[in-house]
């Protein structure tokens, strides 16, 4: 698929609940957000047949989102059937608090890669960003992400100043440590509460500045499912360390991807409240011939309707929290 600027689109993020069992203070409020009623979010088989259509058009990356994924029951199941579906690059955005158990069935089903949320190695800082949860939980999904396989394993560190910022060297190390991906991202005004982004916001040139106090950066070759993080090897690492600053350097130009919220809505974009129904469309009682059609129509619209450009810099509020999106 290709929108009307030209960008092949050939990536759909899909949240499968908008529910977590973390309280991260950029992402969700305290007391967490109204959830869905189970009818409202999309049944695994309505998710499969959207994936059916999707692949049809090209798209050939699945990433699994929430909220957590994890706290969905029965998910290894839809990853197995995505991938019997045709997929053959599936992925998973996680907190890593539930993962340890997971990881070989999930990768057994077809699971190939995972980022995992870790903003801190601080096992009080990591209770005051989450809310609750353990540290230690999330190191284990990481060590048995490892471990199983899964390549590449991203470590993804949200930087905010008066936070966690003065750990940037610590989250670098990782990399020369183990076979892992560190990518430091700028936070965005997306959360709960947008102080957090307007007075919590370290730069892109700040962030590599202390990643260099580790050691000297090596460009590497765009790795597969980089996104669209900058990749760079600490000399003598084992794995990589990457940079995504959707404020500073935007990559939209570069952008390959829709999303598909957890109630069933086509999201152009992460910035942008527009937003077509497709679970309207599965639950109308049409024949499947006509569903597949109207699905497909749908898409066509999100393309329309996918902007050049994202406005984060000025954005102030939206009508749904990041878990709410599938960020």
């Known amino acids: 698929m290709k929108d009307r600027f030209g960008r092949t689109i050939n990536y759909l993020r899909i949240s499968v609940t908008d529910r977590c069992n973390l309280r ?22 309505e ?3 959207i994936v059916d ?6 798209i050939n990356h699945i990433r699994l989102t929430g909220g957590e994924p994890l706290v969905r029951k029965d998910l290894i199941d839809l990853v197995k059937w995505i991938r019997t ?26 699971l190939g ?33 490892v471990d199983s396989g899964l390549n590449p394993v991203k470590l993804n560190m949200v930087v905010i100043a008066g936070l966690n910022s003065t750990e ?4 670098a190390r990782l990399s020369l440590e183990m076979p892992v991906h560190v990518r430091f991202i700028e936070v965005m005004p997306i959360g709960p509460d947008p102080t957090v982004a307007r007075d919590g916001r370290v ?3 700040e962030i590599v500045a202390e990643v260099k106090k580790v050691g000297e950066l090596e460009p590497v070759p765009h790795p597969d499912g980089a996104g669209p993080a900058e990749s760079f090897k600490i000399k003598g690492g084992e794995g990589t360390v990457g940079f995504i600053a959707a404020l500073s350097r935007p990559f939209c130009t570069e952008c390959n991807r829709l999303r ?25 009682g049409q024949t499947d011939e006509e569903i597949r059609r109207l699905v497909k129509d749908a898409f066509a619209r999100a393309l329309e309707l996918k902007p050049q450009a994202h406005h984060l810099a000025s954005y102030e509020a939206q009508a749904r929290r990041m878990c709410q999106i599938g960020g």
Do not use: W
């Open 168 to 171: 940037i060297q610590d989250m």
């Open 113 to 145: 890669r995972v980022n995992i949320s870790l903003d801190t190695l601080d096992p009080e800082k990591f209770r005051r960003i989450t809310r609750r949860g353990s540290i230690h939980d999330v190191l284990s999904g990481i060590r048995a992400a």
């Open 53 to 58: 259509v999707a692949r049809e058009l090209g």
């Open 260 to 284: 598909l919220t957890a109630d069933g809505k086509i999201r152009p974009c992460l910035a942008s409240d527009l937003e077509i129904d497709v679970k309207g469309i599965l639950r109308s």
């Open 203 to 205: 730069t892109l040139e």
């Open 47 to 49: 998710i499969v047949r």
């Open 85 to 110: 579906a045709g997929i053959p690059d599936i992925s998973m955005t996680t907190n890593g608090t539930l993962l340890a158990p997971l990881v070989k069935p999930l990768k057994d089903a077809g």
């Open 24 to 45: 991260c203070i950029y992402c969700m409020p305290e007391e967490g957000v109204l959830p869905l009623g189970h009818e409202e979010i999309l049944r695994y088989e």
